[in-house]
C-alpha cells in the first residue's frame, strides 16, 4: 500500500493503544496486515534499478506520499509523541525493502520475498479490479482517521 495508508494505520494504532511497546510491536505488524489487502501501488521502479539519474520522480512521489501521511496525522490526532513514533515504525517493512533494493544481502532478500511476494500475493498474483484496489487503501485511510480522532 502507499506509505499514507500505512503511516496513517501506524499512528491510529498509537493513538488506540496506550502501552508503548505493543503500540510499537502492533504497528510494526500493521504494515503487513494492510499489505494482504489487493491494493495499487505507484510505481518506483527506477530506484529499483538504481537507475538514479531517473529516479528524481520516484523519490518526488514517495516524498509526497510521506508528506500527505504527516499532513494528515497533525491535522487529525492528538500530536501525543506515540502517534508519530507508531507512524514512522509502520513504514519500517518499506524502509528494509527499499534498503534490499539498494544493498542486497541475505537478510534483506529474505524479508523482501517475504513482504514484497508472500505477503502480497493478492495484489501479485491475484488481478483484482482496480475499484477494490483503490477501495481497499480508501477505508485504510477512513479507519485511520476515525481512529486517530477518537
Ligand atoms: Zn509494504
Not at 111 to 118: G, M, N, S
Request: charged share 15%.
Amino acid at each position: 500500500m502507499i506509505l499514507l495508508a500505512h503511516m496513517l494505520f501506524g499512528a491510529a494504532i498509537g493513538a488506540s493503544i496506550k502501552n508503548l511497546p505493543l503500540a510499537i510491536i502492533l504497528a510494526f505488524l500493521g504494515h503487513y496486515f494492510l499489505d494482504l489487502f489487493p491494493h495499487v501501488e505507484y510505481d518506483i521502479e527506477n530506484i529499483k534499478n538504481k537507475n538514479w539519474k531517473k529516479s528524481l520522480p520516484d523519490f518526488s512521489r514517495v516524498f509526497l506520499d510521506f508528506s500527505i501521511g504527516i499532513i494528515i496525522i497533525f491535522l487529525f490526532s492528538k500530536n501525543q509523541p506515540i502517534i508519530y513514533v507508531c507512524g514512522f515504525i509502520a513504514l519500517v517493512p518499506d524502509g528494509l525493502t527499499l534498503i534490499s533494493y539498494v544493498f542486497p544481502n541475505k537478510v534483506s532478500n529474505l524479508h523482501d520475498t517475504i513482504h514484497t511476494q508472500h505477503i502480497h500475493y493478492l495484489t501479485k498474483k491475484k488481478r483484482f479490479p482496480i475499484f477494490w484496489r483503490i477501495l481497499t487503501q480508501v477505508l485504510a485511510v477512513i479507519v485511520s482517521i476515525i481512529l486517530l480522532k477518537s
